[in-house]
């Protein structure tokens, strides 16, 4: 029989949305419990955002090793002998990392007095359900419910990954010996930030893309430095092109991949050791029992439909995250999490999407808040736009990431200055972004920021002179 369990608040997912609604919950006083299927931290902890920026750490520091070794002397400073890549190591040393945080969580969760569960769920109606787990069942009846149940990988049905030779970007993250050769079928974030470290450690990367260019969600001028840099570390893109299957030829040690895909009507085939599939994700919405849950879908089919406040179709059920809709970013989920958990609370809270932040950490990185000048344009607003290169930054001097042709581009509306968005590619860039989102959510105009002092020698004065430009002003470039 059952064990059975009342609580005000139960959160089902503990990735970055679940785990945040639960910590916060706890800590208003709700009697929460959080339902987990697989480990603290969801997607992004576990096999996303930080073992692959643990990767992409790792490739930068060898490609450094690299450049010393074989440059003889850059910078003054040189290294004997050939820098090796240590697979297993490295992967080591990123599920370390992962481990630590896991428990992290799970002690905050403990620490709050949330209740962690592990099992998966299945509901029964829109407040409650039975876990199962593993050594028992559990049924849990609830006020008020959380779905956080995240997003997952999107398998090609005629190119399945066995994570042998068609690998997941999960997979990727669990190499035990880089390959010679990848092929990434889909040039979207996910497969170039994979890509650009997989080149770094020296591994030959062929991209398929089926748009007309890689990153099609930025603008081209943005673009353009990821480009360069692609084409300088001889990753070849084929564009318009669609993968149409895998097939394994030769023996033992010998096995290679035959990728074949289409472009302009003609078929072709790339030979290598890895396909790598990163054509995007779907939000987790079977085998849970949804269907007996009573929510609605959105248009699409896809996402749970949500209003400003994640509601649901149902009363006091919520659904937050990747399941609820774009964009799939894990701090759009922990911001939606802690929102949700106030207004359960009695706590009057929207969520308003217009400064979410999207950072792609490829060679260059790139974060975009906010419109582009394009997007202001064709909601009707008239603009100005200023552009800063990091060439005429000395930190970004200092640090070589003047290399990459990088530079802070903000838009802002003629009429009042109101600073619309801000793009900036370039090394080191995503640790920038928090400025810009600042500037966009309190309204900033562009003379708040021209008015405050930036630290020197500092990456974040580029922001300071794009916004003087913008006010046809700047200091350091003609």
């Avoid at 736009?385 to 802070?408: C, D, M, Q, Y």
């Amino acid at each position: 029989m059952a064990e059975s369990r009342k609580c005000q608040v139960l959160v089902i997912g503990a990735g970055p949305g679940g785990y945040v609604a639960g910590i916060r919950s706890a800590q208003l006083g709700l009697d929460t419990i959080v339902v987990e299927g697989d480990k603290a931290g969801g997607t992004c902890l576990i096999r996303g955002c930080i073992p692959s920026k643990a990767i992409i750490h790792a490739a930068e520091r060898f490609e450094s090793l690299r450049q010393h070794s074989s440059d003889g002397g850059h910078m003054g400073l040189s290294v004997k002998g050939e820098a090796e890549v240590d697979m297993v190591g490295l992967v080591s040393w990123k599920d370390s990392i992962v481990d630590r945080l896991n428990k992290g969580v799970e002690g905050l969760l403990k620490a709050a007095g949330a209740d962690l569960i592990k099992g998966w769920a299945s509901f029964e109606g829109p407040k409650s359900c039975i876990v199962d787990t593993g050594a028992g069942s559990v049924k849990i009846e609830a006020e008020n419910v959380i779905i956080a149940t995240g997003s997952s990988h999107i398998d090609l049905p005629f190119m399945p990954c066995d994570e042998e030779f068609v690998i997941s970007s999960t997979g990727a993250l669990d190499l035990e010996a880089l390959p010679k050769s990848v092929a990434i079928v889909g040039g979207g974030y996910i497969g170039l930030e994979l890509g650009c470290a997989l080149a770094k450690l020296g591994s030959k990367i062929t991209v398929v893309e089926g748009m007309s260019s890689v990153l099609a969600i930025m603008d081209k001028e943005i673009r353009r430095p990821l480009e360069i840099w692609l084409k300088k570390h001889k990753v070849t893109v084929h564009t318009d092109s669609l993968a149409r299957g895998v097939e394994i030829k030769g023996r033992g040690a010998s096995k290679k991949a035959e990728l074949t895909f289409e472009k302009d009507g003609t078929e072709h085939k790339v030979k290598v050791d890895k396909v790598l599939v990163t054509v995007g994700r779907k939000p987790n919405t079977k085998g849970w029992g949804l269907e007996n849950t009573g929510i609605r879908m959105d248009g699409s089919g896809r996402f749970i439909r949500t209003d400003r406040q994640c509601r649901t179709s149902v009363p006091g059920v919520y659904a937050i995250g990747d399941v609820s809709g774009e964009p799939m970013l894990a701090h759009k989920a922990s911001a939606e999490g802690e929102m949700v958990a106030e207004i359960i609370a009695g706590q009057k809270r929207e969520f308003d999407k217009i400064a979410i932040p999207a950072i792609v950490f490829t060679e260059p990185e790139i974060v975009s808040v906010g419109l582009t000048p394009d997007e202001a344009k064709e909601r009707g607003e008239e603009v100005i736009v200023g552009k800063f290169p990091l060439a005429a930054n000395g930190r970004a001097l200092s640090l070589e990431a003047e290399k990459t042709g990088g530079f802070i581009r903000v838009t802002a509306r003629e009429s009042d200055h109101v600073i619309l968005g801000v793009q900036a590619v370039g090394s080191h860039v995503a640790e920038l972004h928090s400025e810009f989102v600042l500037a966009l959510e309190m309204g900033a105009l562009l003379e708040d920021v021209a008015g405050t002092v930036h630290a020197h020698p500092t990456m974040s004065e580029a922001f300071h002179e794009s916004v003087l430009k913008t006010l046809g002003h700047a200091i350091h470039i003609q």
